[in-house]
T-cell receptor, first 113, second 111 residues
Framework: DGGITQSPKYLFRKEGQNVTLSCEQN?????MYWYRQDPGQGLRLIYY???????QKGDIAEGYSVSREKKESFPLTVTSAQKNPTAFYLC????????????FGSGTRLTVV | EDQVTQSPEALRLQEGESSSLNCSYT??????LFWYRQDPGKGPEFLFT???AGEEKEKERLKATLTKKESFLHITAPKPEDSATYLC????????????FGAGTRLAVHP
């Protein structure tokens, strides 16, 4: 079955450490997205990519980095520069053309310890 | 600035007590309005897409409607398994097509 796989489901980060969240899709979608979800707030866009080897900053990109070397993969690195990284992170993908909703992964919960 | 606002933030219903969730939007060049359901600790699941004012879509106990300024998600005779957070999102036609999400409504249905 096609879908999006995020791993790990839970991740713990120590102060000053970089961590990478994995996102893989087998839907053949061109566009991929990373969102951050905090309690009581809507999903906020971190980065998005519309094509391989190209990506753009979203609304809250500071302290995060991404790469898009393969169509299927869009990993997110949370760097030590992100001062408040504890949140639920969601990866999504979509067809590039037309008005289509996003397909979401199951999320990664990141906690600073 | 494009914005999507959902109300109420939280709603508690008794099983069988029908109600509606509201999603008001100010999204330039709105090309679609999406509803998602999200269970705790999971990613959002797609429910409906509405493209134009007056459009309605139904799925089991849920019906979504759209006007020029807002959308409603009507829940008829809800069951405890309908408990979840419901998200709406507007799809704009800006520099790149993207979904703009509201903060969601947390629905709890009690037996």
């Amino acid at each position: 079955d096609g879908g999006i796989t995020q791993s790990p489901k839970y991740l713990f980060r120590k102060e000053g450490q970089n961590v990478t969240l994995s996102c893989e899709q087998n839907l053949n979608h061109d566009a991929m997205y990373w969102y951050r979800q905090d309690p009581g707030q809507g999903l906020r866009l971190i980065y998005y990519s519309q094509i391989v080897n190209d990506f753009q900053k979203g609304d809250i990109a500071e302290g995060y980095s991404v790469s898009r070397e393969k169509k299927e993969s869009f990993p997110l690195t949370v760097t030590s520069a992100q001062k408040n990284p504890t949140a639920f992170y969601l990866c999504a993908s979509s067809i590039q053309e037309g008005v289509y909703g996003y397909t979401f992964g199951s999320g990664t919960r990141l906690t600073v310890v | 600035e494009d914005q999507v606002t959902q109300s109420p933030e939280a709603l508690r219903l008794q099983e069988g007590e029908s109600s509606s969730l509201n999603c008001s939007y100010t999204v330039s060049g709105l090309r679609g309005l999406f509803w998602y359901r999200q269970d705790p600790g999971k990613g959002p699941e797609f429910l409906f897409t509405l493209y134009s004012a007056g459009e309605e879509k139904e799925k089991e106990r849920l019906k979504a409607t759209l006007t020029k300024k807002e959308s409603f998600l009507h829940i008829t005779a809800p069951k405890p398994e309908d408990s979840a957070t419901y998200l709406c999102a507007g799809y704009n036609s800006g520099g790149y097509n993207k979904l703009i999400f509201g903060a969601g409504t947390r629905l709890a249905v009690h037996p």
